[in-house]
Structures are given as C-alpha cells and as structure tokens.
C-alpha cells in the first residue's frame, strides 16, 4: 500500500500537473474496470473536469475538509487520498478506503478531512458549512470546502446552508462545478438567473472562473480560501467545467441525445491537462505521465490482489457502537 | 406478445396520458425517458405535459400536489428510491393529508412512481433502499408490483386513484418479461393475487420476491404443498383473501425485501397472530434490523432475504 | 349561514376598510374564544397584518386562488371565506369550512380558490406554483397567490419553487409577510442578503411596500398580478409589517422578551386600519364598524350554535375514495 | 425532589453541556427555551453553544451532522414532530448510514430531540404524528421515555452514544412529576423497564401510555395479573427481557401510540409470535391505519388508543 500524498504535493505546477494526470488516468482505469465488469454498478467520470478539484485543493492545507459528490473520484485524490484504496474501494475490497463498504459514491478518508462523496445531490454543501462551524468552535483555522455541480443549484437544502453560512460567517468555501447539465438537463433550462448571482444574494463573495484552467481556479480559490481561513465568511466559486464522457458510465448502453459531438469536441480543445504541462519545462510532464502510468499500475495490482470482504461481516459498522442488529431470518 | 416490466409501466403511463388530457408527469431526465418508463413521452404528449425537471424534489413534488388539487392527475417519477426520504413531508404531511384535514373538499390524485426500487448492484447504501413500509405505515396507498401485467393494471389504477399513491418497481422484477395474449388492464388495488395454490403454508412475498417464492415452491413441490400469495398492494393489504388463504394452510411465512423492525413483514404476522387461523408460529424473512446495504456485491447480497432462507422457513413451519 | 364575500367586494376603499375591520374584528373574537377555552389549540393571531392579505386579495379575482400559513385567517377572510364558517371550523364544529377536521392551521374553501393555511412552514409557497401551473395547463388566465413569513425565506423548498417558477414563468405571485421575526428570532439575525434581493436572484421582479398601507400593498399586487395574468412570469412582494400580538396565544403563558414594549408601541401607530378609515366620508367607518360588528355576532351565535362532530366519524375522508381503514383495536 | 419532565430534559442538557464542552445544542427558539428543555441554557452556555437556528431544518441538521463528523455532539430540538419528515433524508439517508458506508471510519453522535410528540389537542393533521415507528424501521436508535427519571437517564445517553438517536417526548407525558430523592444518572439505551410485575399478561405500553396501561393495571388487579413492560428503546428493543416477561404471562397486549399498519405494535406482535411463548393470540391497541388526527377534539381523541380499548383487550386475552 502506498501511502497517501498530501494536498501539499500540489504546490508545484508540476505537482498539481502530475494530479491532473493521476486522476485522468485513474479514471481511465476505472473506465476499463467497468467496462470488463471487475466494478460493479458503474462510476461517474470525471475526466474533463480535473482542474477544478485541483485547483481548489491546490489551496488547502492537509487538515483542511472537503465534501465531495457521485463525481467524487477527482476531489477524493486531489485531497490526498491513496489511489491504490481509493481503486480498491470502487473494486469492492477490503483493502478500500472504507473497506469495500461504500464504492464509488461514499469514498471517504477522514484522516485526510475527506468527508466523503455524497449518493445525494446537494447533500454536502450543509455537511461542509457543519465542518466549517465545527472548526470555529474548537478555535482551530480549518476550512471546509463543499464540492457540488449545477444540478445542486437546485436542491433548497444547498441553498439553505449558504444563507447559513453567510448569516455564521463560517469558514465554507462552495464550488460549483458548472459542467453544463445535470444528468441530460441544461443547466440553462433549469437554473434561473444565475450561479454566482444566486449565492451573492445571499451576500457571499461569489465569483466566475475557468474551470479549464487550473491555474485560474486556484488563485480563486486560494483568495477565497485565505479570506474564509482570516474570519472573513464563506466563498462561492463557480467553475465553468465540462465533462468529457457520459453522465455515468451506464450511459454508454444508451441512446441519449441532450448534447452534440460538436459541442463536446469544442470542449476537448479546452483539456486542462495540456494548458498545465504547457506550464512545466520540457519533457517533464512526459516524465511525470511515466510515473503516473507505474503509480497506476502498482495500484491496479494492489487493488485487483485485494481481498473480497466476508458475507458473514456484511453488517459491520452498522453501528459505532458494535450493536449487532437482528438478522433477517431466523430459521 | 412479449411484455417487459420497464414497457408495461411505459404503456401504462402511454394510455393514461391519452385518455385523460389532466395526467401529467413530472420527473427528472423523463424527457430522454431515462429510467424506461418514459420513453418517448415527451415526443408524443410535448413538454406541456411531460415535465423534465429541475433538481428540486421537494418543489416539484409539492407542484405537483398543487396541481391535483387543481384539476391535474400528475404521476411523478423518482429516479432512486430514497429521494422519497427528501419528500417525505410532502408525501405525507401534506399529500395524504388533504383529503381528511380540508373535511372532504378535495381529493389529491397524484401517483409517485420509483423504477428501480430496492437493491441494485453497486449502488450502495444511499440509492438501495426499499421504503415501501414506511408509506404503508404513514397510510399512503402503496403498490409493489411483482409483473410486468401486475404493473401495467396497478399503475393505471394508481393514476386514476382519487388518493395519492406510490408505485414501487423492484429493480429485481425489472427483467421480468411476459407472454402476455390477453389485453392489458386496470387491476384494482387492494386485491391480492395468488400465483400458485398449496394446502401446507402460504408465503407471502412482496414484489420480486414472488418470483423466488415460486421457484421455491416448485422446488419443494413434493415435499410441501405452498400457497403464494402476492399481496400486490400493502396499503390497504387484501386482508380477507390473507385470512382465507390461512383457513387453508394454517402456517404462513413472509418474504420481503424492507428492513426487519416495523415492516410489513412484520404487520402481516402480527394481524394474522391476533386474527386468524395458525397452527404453527410464523416466519418472516427481511433484511436485518436498520439495514444499510454495504457497496461490495457479495455483502449486498448476503442482506437481501434469499431461497435459503425461505427453504430454511418452510421447512421451519412445517415442523 | 351568511352567504360568502368574494374578493370582488374589495374592489373600493369601502370595502376593503371594512375587509380590514372585519378581520380585526374576527381576531379579536378568536383571541375572547381562546381565553374562554372554547377554542381548543389557540391560535396565531394576524392582528397588525391586515393590509397584506387586504391589499393583495384586492388585486385577485374570484377564481384566482391562494395559499396561505399557520398565521392564516385573514387570507382566508379577505379571499372572501365566510366568517361564520372560519369561526365554527375554529371551533371544531361541523359546519365550519373543513367540518371541523382543520381547524385554524388548515382552513380552507376550495370553492373560493383557498387552498388552504398550512401548518408548516414555506409549505404553500411550492402549492400555489403547481396551482399557478395547472390553470396554465388548462389555459385559464387564473393567478396564484403564495402568503408567507420571512421565517419561510429560509426554507429550502420555498427557494426552490422560486426557481421553477421564474424558470417557467408561471402565474404565481410570492407574497412575503416580514414582521421581524420568526416567533422569537429576528429576521435580520436569520436572513443574510434581502428578502427582495433573493427572489430577484432567480429573476424574479421583486418590489418592497409599506405592509400596513392597504393602498401601497393593493398597487403593487395589482403590478404583479396583472403582468403575471398577461403571462410575463412570477412576482415578489415583500411586505414589511408587523404583528400586535405575540406569535401564538400560547405565548401570553410565556414570559419571553424577544421585542421591546417600545417596539410594539411604535409600530401600533401604523395601525393599517385607521390609514384606511382616513380615506373614507365622514361616519362611514363607524357604519362598517357597526355592520362588521353584527356580522360577527351573528357569526359567533352561528359557530357556537353549531354541532360537534360525531366520534364515530373520526375517520371520515381520511381517503378521497372513501376506503376505510382498519380500526385501532381489534377487541 | 419535585421533578417535572421537561425540568428532567433540561437537567440532562445542562449536565451534558457542563460535562463535555463537545455538547451543542441547535434548535428554533431554544435561545428562548420555548419548548422547555432548552430553558437557560443560552444564558449559561453562550450562542456559541446552543444555535438559534433560522427556519432550515434541513440545512441545520446537516450542519450538525458534518459538526458530530468533526468531534462535536449536537443535539436538535425540533419543535415539531413533524419537522422530521423534513429531514427524514439528513437522519435515514446520510446521518445513519455515515458508520456503515465509511468502513467504521466515523460515528454520528446525534441527538434528536422532540419535545411533545403525538397529540396536543387542537394542534390538527399537521403537528399531531408520532412517527417513532418510522425510525425504528429505518433503523436509527430510537428512544421514547415514559417518566422524568428515565428522560434524564435515556437523554444522557443518547447524548453519550456514538450513533444518531432520537428522543421522543410524548406531549402526553411532559406533565408527568416524579418525586425523585435518588441522583439522577444515564439509564442505558436497549434496556426495558417493568414497571409493575404481573403472572397473567404482559402489557408492552409505549411512553405516556405506560401511565395509562399502569391505572388499568391497577383497576383490573382483582380480576387480572398484568405486567407493565415499558420497552423505552423501541430500537434497539429489548427483546430478552420480553421473552422472560412472556415466559412468566404466556399472554401480550400491545398499547402503542403509533398507526397500526407496520408500527411497532406489529413489530412486538410479530416478534413474540414468531419466537416467543403465547398461549393465546395476542393484541395491540393502536391508533388507525393511516391516521390523519381531525383537528376537533373529540374526533383526536377518538383516534388515539384509549384505556377502555385496553380493559377490553386483556379480557379478550384472558377468555
Ligand atoms: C437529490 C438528488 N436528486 C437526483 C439524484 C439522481 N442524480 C444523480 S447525479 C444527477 C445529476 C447531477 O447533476 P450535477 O449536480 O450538475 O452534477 P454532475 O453530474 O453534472 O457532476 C442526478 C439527477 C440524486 N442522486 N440526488
Ligand atoms: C418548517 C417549519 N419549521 C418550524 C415550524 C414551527 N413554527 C411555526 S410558525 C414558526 C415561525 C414562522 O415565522 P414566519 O415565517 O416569519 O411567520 P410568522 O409567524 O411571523 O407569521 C415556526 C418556527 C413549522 N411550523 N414549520
Ligand atoms: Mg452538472
Ligand atoms: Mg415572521
């Protein structure tokens, strides 16, 4: 098991480079894992959008927290966590970041402040504001960071937790990753006005970024990150993002119309991870790609030689406590 | 012809739109009929009456609630069962409540439609529950179809229904497919079917499960003569065919996919205990107290009420 | 049993003084009724508001519809509910508008488009928005009407109905009631940003008025009825207003010091109902008053005359199809 | 000691807040104490501790639940029982399954407070539920105390659990006062309590309706022997204690506050029936499938289960 890097690492542009690649290539993996059926259900890709997980954690301290959403996969890794558990994790194993028990769309690593991906949509953005007020309380100067597409613009609870964190002042730092559609919705059709105007409302600091563009979210987010670490209330990032593959990897044994090969060959031309090795000296990014490559390669075998989790334990952990529930027969 | 589950719910929802110009059906990615069901709605009925949604559950379900008690007859689908957890208010403080809290001046038609209910492979904990108990409970009408004629006939019945009611499809009885040479038709809720006759013990299952609960009998056909009765709705529960079913047997076991405490495993075992005829202490099959199905398959699995289990019962009650 | 007003009698200054008298009037009763036990459950009083509901169910024709609030009777009065049935459904009387199943949190009268008060908060801001969309469905010109508190801003679903109904445009008017408080919490330790300032977010014509000026809060409903009729989408109305009352009878138990006495004081002097009596002739006030007067003697002989609902049929209209349930007890 | 029951829920805040500087409370008007339990507390503990909240039950549950994932203990006073339908998605979905799902990595140390569950008169449809059998089912540790001693000793715990718990206090029970001259001290979730010890028939009673089955108890002890067995967790139930109770009456009635159609009076019933020793069929007194309480107050008390209901039950037993 390797040991997990830390947000640190992405204070270099080579280090937040080498994250894009991590994810993109973890996620091409995963892809491959779906498709031969070694992960079960599926995953949510979130090649394309990598410059906003790591721009974003490219501003965080270690013991700073993050919620995540089902696109989790990008901000999990960005945070730090260990790409061969977080690949045993979608694998079901017990070598997984929560032993097999949540997959995909739970993938958690509390020691990292990884609060967890979220199956809910909306349902971390108030989980970060408690992180935030947690944090105030105990006289400690961490942020926390809710990660959430445009369809959470949508969801009242996300809403209710700005006015929350506005009213507090909490520590919160809200990114939107605007990729264009919630599943086959428009966020045109569906988000009224617009996304910063909507938390600045709320009269939360609300900006526009290019989420393409690495360099460009994290100054963002490090100006809101800063203010937000200094007692100066919650930020609101919108990050204009787009997501290369389908909605979730099932969308591939659909015929599902909502957007044009154009439009998504147009976004290609924006991939975050050309503009960042454009960045690094000559031939390092293909450097950096190699290792990314045998990283990834020793997690798969980590992963793939991990154990299956015993039936006989399926109800572990129900409670923190050890209470051991009744079974579902007793014949 | 040859009838999918997905499809019946997609010609229900089809023949009820034209019949009745008031149905309505809002839900989200109904428009490219993601989930099935609502397949190529949107082409023939338009945007004005199949309504692709925001993200806002709670909105349009109450929406919804305000357009049944304006004329509408709305069918909402939910894209994963526990987005009726986020809607719960709406569903039963405020849709079951109408009727009773206004003294009877209005009705709310609505039907809440879930494809894909209860487990699915690797959706993990947030998106595999089976809460069907917790509507029976609240007083909801609330149907589990176990066929894909069974789901045809209870959802039409669902949306011409003055009362708001929630149309489970088990994403285990979605494969189901039938030879179907008869014209599809409304089927009443409230009545039970029994899919197979037996003199020893009558098995209630609940959705997909009656298909295990078949299987089963068959495979104990020359040892135990088993009933199989398909409540098909549990709220109201055809409790007169129950009782008559165990004047037969005498000996009931019930299979059902819901957690333990407080489902309707357990209701159906405690009205048969105080009311009707038992020879032998009851069984009930269920998944374990509180259950939160873990991501890796086999742990999923090993959670759901399985064949095991129901041949362990029967023979258990027949003892 | 009177025959019901509709809103069409508040179509002069006339008639909405003694709307305005006449819900005042009502109030004063219910709050004697409380006192004397025969009101079971007390009430919340909406003495002080009386301009909100006056002024915007001026704005309304007969077949528009409301929803209303816990803090509802005078919605439902000046929507044109007859008095003596509101008082008897208080009274849990069969005759009363619900037959005595509501009570005050639930009084309505379908046929007069009152969909309803609602016992939870920011509940019937979503209601009328499906409302304002079916009579579009049906190709009727109807407007709905949302009555609310400034404690419902704060209720994720009310945000989000703002989206859908500036999104599609409907014909829904969002009436906002701020009278400072929450029961106990002031609005402005709850509500970051504006309350106008909110709705606009989602692009929604937002307006504050004067909430104890009937003629200010008729006009300005009259603006956002009319465009919402003629199809041009939802409007905002934040009313600023105040309640005389405490929150809820129940609170003349309590010793609670959320306002100053001073407070109270200064805002009786915008007593909306003297600002209307102002602009009528000489001694007509005083004629409504006496005529308002009468209406609820009669009203009060009427509910109080009336029958208490059968035990046995407790039951009744639990569903719409006449199913009954089972029993609670077999023995 | 004079010790009113909201005076005991308050006592075992302040013990808690005193104890352990993790403790926060959130709440709507708890600033003011309206509700009773929160009296003071704003006074000794600071705002920084005990959180008026704005009207967004769901952010505000959220919010303490990423708090109890980052070393606080929040408790929530909702004011309303129905205020958790509104989070039934922030209790069910996200703060009950966080343990499971993350591995064991965490714990939720919630706990929800609702002063007055059930019905006060002439609060109507809306605010009248007493939903703790939804949560039984769903899973989450759920606590309903009968006297003020046990509403110190089960919040105490509560507050000291690792996992979320609810507490429900029944409005029924709130005016109950105990003279207590012992010190007041956490009673364990899970425990049972028999309040009175009986040979002929167990009574399971929930919350204020211990008091009620305790008057019966006492009326009918010429005629008949009753045990008054007061679960006070309703999950996790004490189920050995119930079967020692049965093995000693061999006879159960249920008296349980909740709709009958998958309440806990099913869950009792059927677990005794399938595992436990009856020697006759055994009985629960419930409030109706479905049950909407009518705002009038003959029709609300007509609907909650009553003594006379529970006379005539343990004779129907005892036949
Ligand atoms: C509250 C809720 N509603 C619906 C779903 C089903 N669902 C999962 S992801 C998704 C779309 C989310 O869109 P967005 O927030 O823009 O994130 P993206 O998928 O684009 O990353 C939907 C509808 C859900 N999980 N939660
Ligand atoms: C969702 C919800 N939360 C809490 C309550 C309890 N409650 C009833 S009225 C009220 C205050 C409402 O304030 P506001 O919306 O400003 O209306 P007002 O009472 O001032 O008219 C509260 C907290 C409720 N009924 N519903
Ligand atoms: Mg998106
Ligand atoms: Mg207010």
């Known amino acids: 098991m390797t040991s997990p890097a830390d947000s640190a690492g992405l204070g270099s542009p080579a280090g937040r480079y080498r994250m894009l690649r991590l994810i993109r290539g973890f996620e091409e993996l995963a892809l491959d894992l779906v498709r031969s059926g070694a992960i079960t259900g599926g995953i949510h890709p979130y090649i394309g959008q990598e410059a906003v997980a790591v721009g974003v954690c490219a501003a965080l301290r270690p013991q700073d927290r993050i919620t995540s959403t089902h696109r989790g996969h990008g901000h999990v890794l960005a945070k730090g966590a260990a790409p061969d558990r977080l690949l045993a994790e979608l694998l079901g194993r017990t070598s997984g970041l929560n032993q097999g028990r949540g997959g995909s769309m739970h993938a958690a690593d509390f020691s990292l402040g990884i609060l967890g991906a979220n199956g809910i949509v909306g349902a971390g953005g108030p989980i970060a504001v408690g992180a935030a007020w947690s944090a105030r309380q105990a006289g400690e100067d961490r942020v926390a960071v809710a990660f959430f597409g445009d369809g959470a613009l949508n969801q009242g609870v996300l809403l209710e937790s700005f006015n929350l964190a506005a009213m507090w002042q909490l520590p919160v730092l809200f990114v939107c990753e605007n990729n264009g559609y919630a599943t086959t919705l428009p966020a045109a059709t569906a988000v009224a006005g617009s996304a910063t105007g909507r938390a600045a409302a709320f009269g939360i600091p609300a900006a526009e970024v290019d989420g393409m563009d690495t360099e460009a979210v994290r100054s963002a987010a490090t100006e809101a990150v800063t203010r937000a670490r200094g007692g100066g209330g919650p930020g609101f990032l919108e990050c204009r993002t787009y997501r290369f593959e389908g909605h979730h990897t099932m969308e591939r044994l659909m015929k599902l119309h909502y957007r044009t090969a154009e439009e998504i060959a147009d976004w290609r031309e924006h991939d975050p991870l050309p503009r960042a090795a454009a960045l690094l000296p000559d031939g390092l990014a293909a450097k950096l790609d190699a290792s990314v490559r045998e990283q990834l390669a020793a997690a798969e075998q980590f992963a793939l030689g991990s154990e299956h989790p015993d039936p006989e334990r399926a109800l572990d952990h129900l409670y923190a406590d050890g209470l051991r529930p009744r079974a579902g027969s007793t014949a | ?319």
């Open chain 2, 1 to 319: 012809m040859r009838l999918s589950y997905t499809k019946a719910l997609n010609r229900a929802l089809t023949d009820a739109l034209a019949e009745d110009p008031a149905v309505c059906v809002f839900g989200e990615d109904i428009g490219a009929g993601m989930a099935g069901p609502t397949l190529n709605l949107l082409d023939r009925f338009g945007p004005g009456r199949i309504v692709d949604t925001p993200l806002s559950e709670q909105a349009f379900t109450s929406m919804a609630i305000g357009a049944a008690l304006t004329g509408r007859r709305p069918v909402i689908e939910f894209q994963i069962p526990s987005l009726l957890f986020l809607v719960f208010e709406q569903l039963v403080n405020q849709a079951h409540k109408f009727s009773l809290m206004t003294g009877g001046q209005t009705g709310v038609p609505l039907t809440c439609l879930v494809p894909g209910s209860g487990s699915r492979d690797g959706w993990a904990g947030q998106h595999s529950d089976h809460p069907y108990s917790l509507f029976a409970h609240a007083g909801m009408k609330t149907v589990v179809p176990a066929t894909p004629t069974d789901a045809y006939g209870l959802l039409r019945s669902a949306i011409a229904d003055p009362d708001p009611v929630i149309v489970f499809a088990p994403a285990a009885a979605l494969p189901v497919r039938e030879t179907v040479t008869w014209e599809l038709a409304p089927i009443p809720l409230g009545c039970a079917r029994i899919h197979r006759e037996g003199t020893d013990v009558t098995v209630v299952a609940v959705g997909h499960l009656v298909h295990d609960a078949l299987a089963v009998a068959e495979e104990l056909a020359p040892e135990i003569s088993v009933e199989v009765f398909d409540p098909r709705t549990l709220h109201p529960f055809d409790w007169p065919a129950l009782a008559a079913s165990l004047e037969r047997t005498g000996r009931l076991v019930v299979i059902d996919d819901s957690n333990r405490s407080c489902g309707i495993g357990a209701e159906v075992l405690a009205t048969a205990a105080e009311e009707m005829r038992l020879v032998a202490p009851p069984r009930r099959i269920t998944r374990p107290d509180g259950t939160v199905l873990p991501f890796a398959p086999q742990l999923d699995r090993a959670l759901q009420p399985h064949r095991d289990q129901l041949r362990r019962a029967l023979r258990a009650v027949m003892k």
